[in-house]
Each structure stands twice: as structure tokens, then as C-alpha cells.
């Protein structure tokens, strides 16, 4: 064999092993953990986006919903019974939801996730592809090695074949290296695309346009923040849940927008949800068959997101009544420090600790998902899947603040609450548009709804009630009327279908004694 088929060989062993190895460690490599059962009464759904990690303190994205138990509490945290979150994982922090059955019994479901560096056939496939890395460089170095020259020969002959053999040995080391390269780049693409998870393809495979396309549960709105995704299943078209809306509105229907946060959007089916239940109870129990409910109620939104979108968005419904249940998520504004809450700085009552939506991504998108994987992790290139409707912290410094959430809420009181319904009711007569105000319920005996927190949605409520009275807007005074029995409840905040059926049944037995809607 000569010196030329020896550096050949030497090439095609090399990117044959490290191409092995890749393959054989994306085969072996894990993909999500996933766990689910209907058992006793509970439907579980409770999954990772990667059943391994590399270390200790590396994050995943979970992602539960849960249903048929009073309390549901993730690593020990109360939640609600459907959810996600990014959470960064240790050997004692594993997810974990611990779940409180209707007849009071705990449970915990935990996902166990691995750590990569721990296991023994990481180092393995670590070590193929470094050796055989190694093993490519010394067989370059060694053919590179200038031979001993015969007795007599030419200095100068020996000299240009010396030089010439250090140049083919440089030029078997690049060979080398590039096919190393696209060895790692061949196998970074069938790991990320065979078992990586979207944001990982987002990170290192699609395209810029790509990752605009993705389908994202919210969308970035200017003032609002962000409304749901047209996109997703179970919304129509301009991002609210449920089936299309005609627009303009048919001649002779009666439009009933329903606005508020999760409880109104519904931990239910879509078509369980109370506007839901609410246009059919109209419909079939009190005879107005050209009526139709809309529910425009978004995940997290406080009055302040109710308010923007009323002004922004809700007008080109042309509703002839909307609905405003809130109350609940506003009590998180007025858990944080005092200087953030008062109007001294920008955020004038809006939650400091939340994030602000963005649809805006970054870095070069570069074809290799190699020199992607390697700046990312490294910090050169900014993380599309981290930039994709998703949210940035409003980073406003309000100084340090040693209190409690409870001594927050109480020091705090709900002024920006009342601001908010004062500026809705403003908007609603200017448009037109006829105001029905609920009190916000929830279950009064779960653990879950913590002291200062009851307090705070009385106070809201009282604040409701206020308002209301002194600017002649009809009140559903629905919270001490909501059922209380755990079979009701999906978590102590979101109803299930029968609880959002009952919330649908009082609210059409007020519109029709109150005669809100025409007979005609």
C-alpha cells in the first residue's frame, strides 16, 4: 500500500468510528419521560421533555394536567391541575407533583430523570470518539515524519521530499479533521432530529423562518403582552378559543364577550368551558337560540391585561354584552415589594417578577448545527428556542425587601384593581357596550389557597362589589354562591365541567331575569 492509500485509509477509518460512535450514542441517548394512568377516580398526565440530562442542575421543560383530585402541589408548591414549567433538576429535586384525592389521601408522582454524567456509557461512547480522533492525528504525524534518506542522495532532492511529505501530512490532518467535523455535524443532526426535543431543534436545526412558524401557545401582542396563538389547536383564527367568529356579527345575533384569566378560558374541554355551557344554557333552557358567547378569557391575565385588550381588541367583536371575571391573578402584582408596586416607577401596579412576551429571535441561524450547538453552549450565538414566544423579566430594580408575599399583599392594597374597573367601565360606555361585573370564586377549604391570598380575593371581590354599586354596572355576586363540594374542582382556582356548568347556570338565570338580552 503506498503512502497516498495509507493517508486514505487513515481518513475513512477515522470518520468511520467517530461516525459509529455518534450513531450508536444517539441510538442510545434517551428520549422524553412520559407518565399517565386513569386510576381511582385521578387522569394523570405528567411528562419531561428529556428523560436525561447531562448534570446536576441542568433545566427541562415538564409539562402536567391532572384531574379528579382536590390539590395539586408541584415540588411542594401549590399549582394548578394543568400546567408547564422549566425546572432545573438535582438528584433530590426530581419532579414531582404531590396530589391530594377528594377523599384526602396523598400521593406523589415523581419523573425520574438521569444524569448523563453519571452514567458509564457516556464515558465510553466519549472515549471511542476520542480515540478515534487521536488515532487519525498520530497516523498524519507519523506519514508526515520525514524517512531516512539513502546513502548518497541528493541534499536537496531529500529536502523538497521531506517537505513535501510535511505537506501531505498536514494535508491528511485537515482531511481528518473535516471529516471528524462532519462526522459531529451528521451526528448532531440525527440526534436533534430523531430525539431531540422542538426547542432543540429550534436551537440547532431550523431556520429562522422555521422557528417563526413554530406554534407557540401565546403570542406576543403589543400593549396587551400577549394573547393566545391562532395557531393552536382548540383556538380560531384570531386567537381565542373556541370556533370561528363571523365579522362582521349576522344581523339579529346577540354577542356575549366572556373576559377574564384561566378560569374563564377553562381547565375543561373546549367545548365545557363556562362561556361554552353559558351559550348553550341560554340557548336551549331560556330560549334565545341566536345568541352566542365568546370566550376571550387568556391564561395569567389580571384586570390590567382585560383592560388593554377590551381597548384594543374586544370592539371589533361587536359584543352587545361582555362579561368581566377577574380577581384572582391580580392578587400577584400586589405580592411584591412596595416600590415596585406603587406608581413610583414604570410599572405602575403590574407584576415585577413577570415577562414581558417576545417573539423576537436572534443569532446568525447558521446552516451547521455544529457551530450552532458549540456557540450557544459557549455564549457567542444567542438561543432562538429561548427568544421564541417566550419572555424576558421587566428588570425593574425596586431595591432590596426582606418581607413576606403575606406582608406584601397586606401593605399593598388594591388600588390599581379598582383603577382598572373604573377605566374598563370608561371604555365600555364610550363604546357602547353594556358591563356585567362577577365576584371571583374558588374552593374555600383547600390548603392550597393560602391565608393571605383568601384575604386578598375577599378584598377584590369587596372592591367588585364597590365599584359596581357606585357606577350602576350589574353584579353577579357568583362567589358565595359557587358549589364547594370537591367534585366541582379541578384545583382550588379552576372548576371542572360540572363547576363551570353551574358558574354558566347562574350567570343565565341573572341575564334573563334582568332581561340583558332582547326578546326579539
Known sequence: MNRNQQLWSIVHITAILILVSALAASIWMPGERVLRFERDGISLFFSADRRMVFSEGDCIWIEWSVEGVREVYLNDQPTVGQGSARVCVSKDTLPTLRLVRLDGVEERQTLDIAFAIEAPVTYFFAALILAAALSGVLGALVLAAP???????????????????????????TLILAASALGLELALRLIFSTFGTEAQRASYLYTREQVAALDPYILALPLVEYALSPRREGHNRLGYRGGEIAIPKPEGTFRIVAMGGSTTYGFTPVDESYPAWLERTLQETYGYDRVEVINAGVHGYTSWNTLVNFATRIPELQPDLVIVYDGGNDVLPRETAPDCYRGINPLRGLDGRGEIVSNYNTGTFSPSALYRFIAIRLGIEGDPASLTSTSSSA?????????????????????????????????????????????????????????????????????????????????IDYAPLAPQTPDVWSDYVHMNSAGSRHQAEVYAEFIAQRGLIPAS
Open 147 to 173: 524517512r531516512a534518506q539513502p546513502i548518497g542522495a541528493a541534499g536537496g532532492r531529500g529536502s523538497v521530499g521531506c517537505t513535501g511529505r510535511a505537506l501531505q501530512g498536514i494535508g491528511a490532518l
Open 395 to 475: 428588570l425593574v430594580d425596586c431595591g432590596s425587601d426582606n418581607r413576606t408575599k403575606a406582608d406584601n399583599v397586606a401593605r399593598n392594597l388594591p388600588i390599581y384593581f379598582e383603577r382598572n374597573l373604573i377605566s374598563l367601565i370608561g371604555l365600555s360606555r364610550i363604546h357602547d357596550v353594556p358591563l356585567i361585573f362577577s365576584t371571583w370564586a374558588f374552593q374555600q377549604d383547600a390548603p392550597g389557597a393560602l391565608p393571605y391570598w383568601r384575604a386578598a380575593v375577599e378584598e377584590h371581590n369587596a372592591v367588585l362589589r364597590a365599584v359596581a354599586a357606585a357606577y350602576g354596572i350589574p353584579l
